[in-house]
């Protein structure tokens, strides 16, 4: 087993915050845009809706929370195909936010290794 860790650096992670049922509309688009891995989990939001219940029943703040991680030049277009498909641009429908990373580590074949390897040095050379 190798033990050497392998970084990724020019990442980034786009999260949604969405009702509870919505996920399934975030990662067909984040897919679509040609995002490979996504995370859901469900989740529960407190604040003001919490309160605005009838006779002090909680209105239902269940929330599912999508992660997305991609390379920083698929950030734009996959957070804009995310933001049409979740139709954030309408009150209630959800949030999303876009934070860089510095490093991601996790397996990487070889095969994949040596293509970046050649495509650093074809850079190099240029």
Do not use: W
Not at 11 to 35: E, L, N, Y
Not at 36 to 62: F, K, N, P
Not at 102 to 117: D, M, W
Request: proline letters at 2%; charged letters at 20%.
């Amino acid at each position: 087993m190798n033990t050497n860790m392998t970084y990724l650096t020019d990442v980034a992670m786009i999260t949604c915050v969405v009702q509870s049922g919505d996920a399934d509309v975030i990662v067909k688009a984040a897919r679509d845009a040609g995002a490979t891995g996504v995370l859901v989990h469900q989740s529960r939001g407190v604040g003001i809706r919490e309160r605005l219940g009838i006779l002090g029943i909680a209105v239902d703040a269940s929330k599912d929370v999508i992660s997305v991680l991609v390379s920083s030049e698929q950030t734009d277009i996959v957070a804009s195909n995310i933001f049409k498909a979740g139709q954030f641009d309408a009150p209630g429908r959800g949030f999303l936010y876009i934070t860089p990373l510095e490093k991601v580590a996790t397996y990487i074949p070889e095969t994949v290794k040596e293509t970046l390897r050649n495509k650093d040095s074809v850079q190099e050379k240029s």
